[in-house]
């Protein structure tokens, strides 16, 4: 098993700054590939962004690139996801997944967090 514990959500004015955290453990052997999915209230989970260790490349959803950077400590098993020029249509629950290959689809991924709250002020 891995467990995922995302922190560093909150309140953001638009054009403002917030970088999540995703620590993970267990058998983080299974983590090759990490992701960041969001999903505002009556909306389905979108693939936000994602990056996979042994290649070292990552993905990002089309409503954010250019402002949101994902990156991976693989000493401290954590990913991170910066979010720059935030927009109110950025306001969801934001959950960190893992799995051995990964994808760009919630169906990719076998491991969940139990998500952080943002929410972005006009």
């Known amino acids: 098993q891995v467990q995922l514990v995302e922190s560093g959500g909150g309140l953001a004015q638009a054009g403002g700054s917030l970088r999540l955290s995703c620590a993970a453990s267990?058998?983080?052997?299974?983590?090759?590939?990490m992701g960041w999915f969001r999903q505002a209230p009556g909306k389905e989970r979108e693939f936000v962004a994602a990056?996979?260790?042994?290649?070292?490349?990552?993905s990002y959803g089309d409503p954010v690139k250019g402002r949101f950077s994902i990156s991976r400590d693989n000493a401290k098993n954590t990913v991170y996801l910066q979010m720059n020029s935030l927009k109110p249509e950025d306001t969801a629950v934001y959950y960190c997944?893992?799995?051995?290959?990964?994808?760009?689809?919630?169906?990719?991924?076998?491991?969940w967090g139990q998500g952080t709250q943002v929410t972005v002020s006009s």
């Open positions: 997944a893992a799995d051995w290959s990964g994808g760009l689809t919630p169906a990719d991924y076998h491991y």
């Open positions: 990056t996979w260790r042994g290649s070292g490349r990552a």
């Open positions: 267990g058998r983080t052997f299974r983590s090759d590939a």
